[in-house]
Nanobody, 114 residues
């Protein structure tokens, strides 16, 4: 059974950090591009960061220099390290695996507020 599961969300103060994790199972993780998307209330889902099978990465301009995406194929895990968080980063964050097929997780809520 294919599963993509996010964890690590929560409430954090502006300027704080969080690390999101994405666990994949039931598919050949290393074959897939992994990405983090986010969706704030009333807004469209947007791409935050992605990491390709070979390790190359790309980021949305809004998070460059603050967020870092990584993957560990041996553990079938992907991560999003988020530093210097801002209230505008508040959203539900989703892990996406894209390759021969496409899989989505259920999302994890990140709230940045004092």
């Amino acid at each position: 059974q294919v599963q993509v599961a996010e964890s690590g969300g929560g409430l954090v103060q502006p300027g704080g950090s969080l690390r999101l994790s994405c666990a994949g199972s039931g598919f050949t993780f290393s074959y897939y591009k992994l990405a983090w998307y986010r969706q704030a209330p009333g807004k469209e889902r947007e791409l935050v960061a992605e990491v390709y099978s070979g390790g190359s990465t790309s980021y949305a301009n809004s998070v460059k220099g603050r967020f870092t995406i990584s993957r560990d194929n041996a553990k079938s895990m992907a991560y999003l390290q988020m530093n210097s968080l801002k209230p505008d980063d508040t959203a539900k964050y989703y892990c996406n695996a894209a390759g021969p097929y496409e899989f989505w997780g259920q999302g994890t809520q990140v709230t940045v507020s004092s």
